[in-house]
């Protein structure tokens, strides 16, 4: 009988295989998709070093840090800023930490020195910072022409010393118009006065323009020239006067009574723009005629001529309000022939200057022809008022004599000026004749 044999015994099973004996893991492809799905990463070599060392060194806290479970950060008053630290809890060296207290000391002294000189500090921003016309960099406010009396008084300014290149410093007039064209009656608003058509009474307030621009603001007559321009406009009598007054000088027949004139040995004014601001107005003269009103203040910056430091020795002269006529009239001298002082152009911008304000109050009459001889195109005055600032009291010698501070110490104040302090730019009141001389209390 046979005898059954025992199977072979069965291999035992791999258990990273299946039931089936296939190898799970036979389809598995390790590729990108596969590693960044991975449960578990490795952590970094840094993070196992550190992890290693502070096994046996626990890190030290150096107070610097902060959790986000800390809470807010308490606020700082007046307390010095910690220190930045690296890791490690080292302090590092603060930036330019060497430099800081040196620039901090010098800081300091810089502004001790600006506070206890500010008007030098200002003084100094305007030089370096200026437009160089009298203004600072801060735009000048214009002022419009008057279109009647003022009522009130002209604003105070700056007092700051005028130079060469900023000869409207401290003055009222930086802002005023340069011409006289901008003055008078919109021509549209002239109407027929006595015999005169508007035609003819706007030409005849042009002509008297003319004459009050040659006469005042044409550089060449305020530097001392002969007045052509302005003498060639004048009725035959009113220009034999002031011819006269030209050739001989005096108390009785003074150029400054038609013109503004300044010795350029003494004062040269500084460049050719002069500020000037008044009104015009017309009516009729009570004789079918026309009479023009003008009332005018010019200011003319100037600066020293060669012989300013000498006259200021000998005559001591003051800021003066000086009057048509002064009841004492000093001594005359002869008239100094014109163009023998060469301005000299080039002068230290800083050298200071000064400025006279002369203001005019003069009516021209325009007769009817019917009834007068007189020339067509001509003036002829009905009456001529001026007083000046700052230009020396008593002396008729046909030219104004300014004061300049760099000379003041030279001489003593005027004994003889009696009048009361003005402003030179004040213009609400009339003209005086009181024949008193005054002080200004600026120029």
């Keep these: 009988m046979p005898i059954a044999e025992d ?11 299946g039931e089936d004996g296939k190898d799970p893991f036979a389809d598995l492809v390790l590729d990108e998709e596969f590693v960044r799905g991975a449960t578990v990463k490795e952590q970094a070599g840094r993070t196992r070093m550190l992890a290693a060392r502070w096994q046996h060194t626990p890190p030290v806290d150096p107070g610097g840090r902060r959790s986000v479970n800390d809470g807010p950060r308490p606020r700082r008053r007046f307390t010095r800023r910690p220190r930045p630290v690296d890791p490690w809890g080292t302090p590092r060296p603060r930036r330019g930490g060497r430099l800081r207290t040196p620039l901090l000391v010098l800081l300091t002294v810089a502004l001790v020195l600006a506070a206890l000189n500010i008007d030098g500090l200002r003084s100094w921003y305007s030089t370096r910072f200026g437009d160089g016309s009298g203004s600072t960099a801060v735009p000048v406010r214009s002022v419009a022409p008057e279109s009647g009396r003022p009522t009130t008084a002209p604003p105070p300014t700056d007092p700051a010393q005028p ?3 900023r000869p409207w410093a401290g003055s009222p007039a930086e802002g005023w118009p340069t011409g006289i064209e901008v003055f008078g009656p919109d021509p549209s608003t002239v109407t027929r006065i006595g015999v005169f058509g508007a035609d003819q009474v706007a030409a005849q307030v042009e002509l008297v323009k003319r004459y009050l621009a040659a006469a005042n603001l044409d550089p060449r ?39 503004s004139r300044f010795d350029a040995r003494e004062a040269i004014p500084v460049g050719e723009v002069y500020r000037v601001q008044g009104s015009i107005s017309v009516e009729g003269d009570g004789k079918r005629g026309v009479l023009v009103h003008t009332d005018f203040t010019y200011v003319y910056p100037l600066r020293p001529g060669p012989d300013a430091a000498a006259r200021a020795a000998a005559h001591k002269p ?20 014109v163009g023998l002082v060469t301005p000299v152009a080039d002068v230290p911008g800083d050298t200071w200057t000064t400025r006279t304000v002369v203001r005019r109050a003069d009516t021209f009459r325009f007769y009817d022809p019917a009834k007068f001889t007189v020339e067509r195109d001509r003036l002829y005055f009905q009456r001529h008022l001026s007083e000046s600032g700052n230009s020396e009291c008593g002396v008729y010698d046909g030219w ?4 300049f501070d760099q000379f003041a110490a030279a001489g003593a104040p005027n004994p003889d000026r009696s009048g009361p302090t003005s402003d030179p730019y004040d213009r609400r009141g009339e003209l005086s004749a009181d024949g008193l001389c005054g002080t200004v209390s600026r120029s």
């Design 7 to 17: 199977p072979e015994p069965r291999p035992p099973e791999d258990p990273r295989n």
């Design 163 to 165: 130079t060469v290149d």
């Design 221 to 259: 007559t305020v530097a001392g020239g002969r007045p052509e321009a302005a003498l060639a406009i004048l009725g035959p009598e009113n220009r034999a006067d002031a011819e006269k007054a030209l050739a001989a000088p005096s108390y009785d027949d003074d150029p400054l009574t038609w013109f």
């Design 318 to 337: 003051s800021p003066s309000h000086r009057p048509p006529r002064d009841p004492a009239p000093g001594g005359n001298a002869t008239a100094k022939p």
């Design 400 to 403: 104004y004599h300014p004061r």
